[in-house]
Every structure is written in structure tokens, then in C-alpha cells.
């Protein structure tokens, strides 16, 4: 993986790479710019207590802003890993993310959790854990209400060291996700053993849910195995009303999907979160705008 190569690196590209097009070279290098020139987002996708149908937390999913249109992660992430922007850009999200979360949780009074998604190449940094404590420290967020996601690939992948860090992370008193859980090379022995909180199945698992009876088998087995390991599971992409009754039905912890709510921009957010607190709290709305 080649890192921190300055700005006027050269890509080698590996054999069995295609060729960059002149659009990537393009956005490449403009993704340098993104950052100083204010052109990231993040948006806010809620995440649902299936039982209760509360808010629980939120998301952080990024965004840029590239000459008027919004360029999918899916393009840019590994365009900012390969060259090592990622961790600038990471340390950003991580900042603005606790930040905004802290600032709701304020406004509210709203036990908000934020979920933060964190590549492998942050995770490699020495420095990653003065990372997140910064940012805890900076905004005032407690620990517990950070989540930090980590892709299953990732930490099947570089399973020693992985454990380490996460170790080290969860020391802070923040929780950890495995994202896109059961979709990697799981190794159940090893994935027993890591220091982690929740569990976050994949969306493929949902797709076929409930008209696949094997499919529906499945996801019902992967959620009572994180129960009998005792680590919380939240389930990606609830598209249905079917889905949502589904995961009810079998116990799951916590949904997030389109059906539930799409992600969306920070005031987006903020407004459904005063919303929801204002439906769901015992408290007076005066007491809303109170420190
Ligand atoms: P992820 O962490 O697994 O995020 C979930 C993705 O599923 C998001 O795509 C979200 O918009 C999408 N999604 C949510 N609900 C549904 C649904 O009901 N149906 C379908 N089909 N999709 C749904 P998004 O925002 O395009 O992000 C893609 C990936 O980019 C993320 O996958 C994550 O791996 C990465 N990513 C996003 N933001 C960051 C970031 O700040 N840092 C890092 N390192 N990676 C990020
Ligand atoms: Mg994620
Ligand atoms: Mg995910
Ligand atoms: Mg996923």
C-alpha cells in the first residue's frame, strides 16, 4: 500500500491493477484540495432500538462535494487510502462527528450514540488512539457515546495487531463495531476472542429476509449467536417494513436502513433528533434548550 507519498507521487500501479483513467487522476488530485477547501460532509443516517423503536445513535458516513455533485465514498475512500489522505481526512470525521453528536446531545438531552467508521489505515497509524482521545477531549463527548467501526475484513486480516489497538481503543471507554459482519473470512474461534461491542451484519444478509426461508434461517442464527457471545448486533440495510418486523421478531438490538431513515445532512439530522426527544421524553419542552 503505498502512503504518504507527497503530493507529486507517482502511482505505480500493480499488474493486475487497471490502469488510473484520467478521471481518477483528475478526482485524485483534487481530493488533496477537498479538505482545505471545505468540500467534506458528513451525513447522518439514525439507528433504531428495535424493541422500542427509540433513537439510539447515529452514523457518521462521509460526503464530498466535488464541483456541485456528491462523490460516493465507495470512489474516494480507496482513492484516500492508497495515498495516505485518509488519516487527515479520518482525524477530520472524527472531530466533526463528536462534535456535532455533543452538540445534540446538549440540545436534547438525547443519550446519542455516534458511530465513526475507521479505515485499516488508520488503524496502522502509531498514533491512533491520541487520535480518538483528542477528539474526545476537544469536544467534550463522553467516551461511551463513540463507536468506532472497523470493517470484519480488516481485522481478520491483520488479526494480531488489530487486537491490540482495539484493546487499546476500548481502554479510552469507547465501543467498538465490527461493520459488514459475516461477510468477510469470519474465523468464529478468532472472532470470539476480540475486544469488541456489537456486531454489524451486513446488509446482505437482509436482502432475501423474509421471503428466503434459508435467508431469514441465517440472519436469525447470526443474532442469536452475538447474543450468546454477548455482544450487541444492529443490522444494516432495513429496506422493508418486513425486514424491521423481522428483526423485532428475533431480538435484534438495533436496525439502521433506508426504511428507518436515509442518511442525511447534519441540520437534517439535528431536527429529527429535537423531534424525536421532544415525542419521546418524559421531560418538558422547556427544559430542552436548558445547558
Ligand atoms: P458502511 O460503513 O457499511 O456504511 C453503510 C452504507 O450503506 C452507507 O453507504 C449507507 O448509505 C448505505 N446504506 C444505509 N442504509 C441502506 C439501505 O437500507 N440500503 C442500502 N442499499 N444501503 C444502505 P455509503 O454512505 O455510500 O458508504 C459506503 C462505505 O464507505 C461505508 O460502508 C464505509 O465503509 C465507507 N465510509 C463512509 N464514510 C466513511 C468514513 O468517514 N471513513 C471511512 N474510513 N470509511 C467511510
Ligand atoms: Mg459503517
Ligand atoms: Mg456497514
Ligand atoms: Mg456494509
Known amino acids: 500500500r503505498a502512503k504518504n507519498n507527497g503530493r507529486n507521487r507517482i502511482q505505480v500501479y500493480g499488474d493486475q491493477m487497471e490502469s488510473p483513467t484520467a478521471d481518477t487522476l483528475v478526482l485524485e488530485n483534487d481530493l488533496y484540495k477537498a479538505l482545505e477547501r471545505n468540500e467534506l460532509r458528513l451525513h447522518y443516517q439514525p439507528q433504531f432500538d428495535c424493541a422500542t423503536g ?70 496502522d497509524q502509531a498514533d491512533i488512539t491520541a487520535t480518538v482521545a483528542q477528539a474526545l477531549h476537544e469536544t467534550g463527548l463522553p467516551a ?51 475486544p469488541v461491542d456489537r456486531f454489524k451484519l451486513d446488509r446482505s444478509f437482509l436482502s432475501a429476509v423474509p421471503q428466503s426461508e434459508g435467508d431469514s434461517r441465517l440472519a436469525a442464527a447470526l443474532i442469536a449467536m452475538a447474543h450468546r457471545l454477548e455482544v450487541g448486533i444492529v443490522a444494516e440495510g432495513v429496506e422493508t417494513e418486513e425486514q424491521n418486523a423481522f428483526l423485532r421478531d428475533h431480538g435484534c438490538d438495533e436496525a439502521q436502513g433506508y426504511h428507518l431513515g436515509r442518511p442525511m445532512k447534519d441540520d437534517a439530522f439535528e431536527a429529527l433528533l429535537v423531534q424525536h426527544a421532544q415525542e419521546r421524553s418524559t421531560f418538558k419542552a422547556d427544559n430542552l434548550h436548558a445547558p
Request: glycine letters at 8%.
Open 144 to 194: 461511551t457515546a463513540l463507536e468506532l467501526e472497523i470493517t470484519e475484513s480488516v481485522v481478520v486480516r491483520e488479526s494480531l495487531r488489530a487486537a491490540d489497538i482495539l484493546t487499546e481503543l476500548r481502554a479510552l471507554g469507547v465501543g467498538i463495531a465490527i461493520d459488514d459482519f459475516g461477510v468477510g473470512y469470519s474465523s468464529f474461534a478468532y472472532l470470539r476472542e476480540l
Open 54 to 123: 427509540q433513537i439510539t445513535g447515529a452514523e457518521a458516513l462521509l460526503r464530498w462535494e466535488h464541483k456541485g455533485k456528491l462523490v460516493s465514498p465507495a470512489e474516494f475512500i480507496p482513492l484516500a487510502e492508497e495515498s495516505g489522505l485518509i488519516v487527515e481526512m479520518g482525524a477530520w470525521v472524527l472531530r466533526e462527528a463528536c462534535a456535532k453528536a455533543q452538540a445534540w446531545r446538549s440540545r436534547t438531552g438525547w443519550p446519542l450514540r455516534i458511530a465513526v467508521n475507521l479505515s485499516a489505515v488508520q488503524l
